[in-house]
């Protein structure tokens, strides 16, 4: 199993950034994508981006292309979403997850992390 905890959600204001950061620890060696992922309020939750774990080959949701990147440090088995120029629209609950080798979806998902953007 990979665990995984999300941190740096917060309150910004509509133009500001903030940067989520993903810990994961146990099975680490079995991951191939890392992915994060949002949930609006009363919405289904959407894909943001991922990262290829070994290679570092991204991959946006056109809402966040040219404002969020994804970026990996495996060393470190962290994953960062940097988010610019945010917008009231990218108001969610942040969750990241994990993709393993051997599997066909995303099977590991961290508690989330609660983003707001404010006008």
């Known amino acids: 199993q990979v665990q995984l905890v999300e941190s740096g959600g917060g309150l910004v204001q509509a133009g500001g950034a903030l940067r989520l950061t993903c810990q994961a620890s146990?099975?680490?060696?079995?991951?191939?994508?890392m992915g994060w992922f949002r949930q609006a309020p009363g919405k289904e939750r959407d894909f943001v981006a991922s990262v290829i774990w070994s290679g570092g080959s991204t991959d946006y949701a056109d809402p966040v292309k040219g404002r969020f990147s994804i970026s990996r440090d495996s060393g470190r088995l962290t994953v960062l979403l940097q988010m610019n120029n945010l917008s009231v629209e990218d108001t969610a609950i942040y969750s990241c997850a994990a993709y393993r080798y051997g599997t066909s979806a995303y099977g590991s998902w961290g508690q989330g992390t609660q983003v707001t953007v404010s006008s």
């Open positions: 146990g099975r680490t060696v079995d991951i191939y994508k």
